[in-house]
């Protein structure tokens, strides 16, 4: 570790901004000389330069480009219509990778959103509520690389000794002997998909346990003077009074669950079929060196998207109109 | 329990207090206590094993440090921050991640700001349009974009053989500026979303008024405005922050070498594979996760807002 180790970084950083606050002093000056002209057009053309271009130039035309790439061979240079497609869907591989992929999606929204709302429901209104929804809260606050590496010391599996892994080790308190657990297809999928459901479940106990508190303890108690059962009573009051936030947990559940790229990277690398779409596509485009079948990868992944997409624009003109 | 059903509401009782006295139950408070038990002892366990001596953690899970609390120690920290030995020096790391979080936070929120005042009180045409483009471009994946930003980065662009824009040829240190712009783009969308969720909601008589007596637009927005927004923008900035600190992806993919690399990324891969350096990962590890952790804790109402307001509404 030499000094210049540190100058050159912290030398980039000052110079960074530096210019970051010349650019923003000279778009000031900028809407401040049309706003003197009053010319409402131009001075929204100034705030909304920046963040066009930027949207513009990494985001849509990548997208466009992207499923152009799709149609084309590894290295761009020969048009092969379908083939990257039909590749995907009759692959052996690539089949698994799709599988894996509906298998997350299902599960760890469900399973995450489930078991926040019981969790909110059970601490709502307890002596400490704001430390155990902290505790639970924690690991949205960890990265995806931690918690992998968090989670990997749990699955760790010795074949003879001591076990380090506590799954393995509570395995040998009981008397079963220890298990690889992450060569195991298809369990280890399931382990894995705990990793972020773990880290999930904190969002959708501080989302739905703020819900539960719109929800009117008349009616709570007025049921429960009828006789009805804690059961009963998520079933029936509970649950319908706060579906609209049990599906946005889900939605946004869903979204993560299908960019997920770290975990699978760091505990499996995507092998002993533990592959799914966000991490193949990065495989095939910057390890493989496929660009082809890395873009087809990215517009499968884009494609299952569009649905939310579409319920969320149509979701939002429809509060926009309730709003006028 | 259920004689409990059949007390009255009492005066001056809260919210709690009265759920307490209606549901509450033996079952369900050992129920929320394991889901809270056993949410934490992962994150305990790692934090265990990073105080342990090398040997011990190759040797014996993390529990059996309790049998000789005695060995703690410093010394994996000190190796993996500071040796010049493979699976050491991650300072350097840690520096890049510090180097790219800052920008990578405040270019983002800044452009995010004034763009969504153009959305949500500047009149023109298009703005819905626009508005319900950049909402739509929220969802679409990242990894849409990987592959041709990269190669914008590495061979600029070209439309039928004429240069738009040249390489950016950046090489050492500098590819750091590759990953601060990607992290603005991709944190863009999110921000723009939710602070024009929040810009919407200032009362438009404030304004008008600001209008009336004769200030500009971009006065509006920096004596109005931004004040105002204040607690919005926090909670914006700490999502960011925890996204761009957090990061992998974005980091692997545009950082260049690994001695550019953010300290996630770089974990990322020595996670991935496993090797003999393994013992050091808990301390590594560790070492990634206690700022953001730090700051969720400290700042986690403002954060939660945050949360709130993107969910609940959208």
Known sequence: ?324 | MSTDVQKPSRIGETRGQRLRRILSSRVASVAALVIAVLWTIPTAGLFVSSIRPEDDIRDTGWWVFFTDPGSATLETYNFVLYSNTQGGGLIRNLINTVVITIPGVLVPVAFAAMAAYALSWINFRGRNLLYIGIFALQVVPLQMALIPLLSFFSRGLHVGGVTIMPAWELDGVNTIVQVWVAHAIFGLPLAIYLLHNFMRELPGDVMEAARIDGASHSQIFRKVVLPLVTPAIASIAIFQFLWVWNDFLVGRTFGGGEATRPLTAVLGDMAGSWGNNWTRLPAAGFIAIIVPLLVFLLLQRYFVRGLLAGSVKG
């Open chain 1, 1 to 324: 570790m030499d000094i210049s180790d540190y100058t050159d970084r912290f030398g980039l950083l000052a110079v960074g901004l530096v210019a970051f606050i010349a650019v923003l002093l000279a778009l000031y000056g900028l809407a401040e000389l049309a706003s003197r002209r009053d010319r409402s057009r131009a001075v929204a053309f100034v705030f909304l330069a920046p963040a066009v271009l930027f949207l513009l130039v990494g985001l849509v035309y990548p997208a466009v480009r992207t499923i152009a790439m799709s149609f084309f061979n590894k290295d761009g240079t020969e048009f092969i219509g379908f083939d990257n497609y039909t590749w995907a869907v009759t692959d052996p591989d690539a089949l698994q990778v799709l599988t894996n992929t509906a298998l997350w999606i299902i599960i760890v929204p469900l399973l995450s959103t489930m078991v926040g709302l019981v969790y909110a429901v059970l601490i709502d209104g307890r002596k400490g509520e704001r430390t155990y929804k902290a505790l639970v809260f924690l690991p949205m606050g960890i990265s995806f690389v931690g918690a992998s590496i968090i989670w990997k010391l749990i699955y760790e599996y010795e074949r003879s000794g001591d076990q380090i892994g506590l799954l393995n080790q509570m395995l040998v308190w009981l008397g079963a002997p220890p298990v690889n657990w992450l060569l195991e297809d298809p369990w280890n999928n399931l382990l894995l998909m705990v990793v972020l459901v773990w880290i999930e479940v904190g969002f959708a106990t501080v989302v739905l346990s703020a819900a539960l508190k719109g929800v009117p303890i008349e009616m709570i108690e007025a049921a429960r003077i009828d006789g009805a059962k804690p059961t009963e009573i998520f079933w029936h009051i509970t649950v319908p009074s706060i579906r609209s936030a049990i599906l946005v947990v889900g939605v946004t559940v869903f979204i993560a669950t299908l960019k997920l790229f770290d975990i699978v990277r760091a505990m499996t690398g995507g092998h002993h079929g533990t592959d799914v779409l966000a991490h193949n596509m990065w495989d095939q485009a910057f390890r493989l060196g496929n660009d082809g079948r890395g873009a087809t990868m990215a517009v499968l992944l884009f494609a299952l998207v569009i649905p939310v997409v579409i319920y969320q624009v149509r979701n939002m003109r429809r509060q926009e109109l309730e709003a006028r």
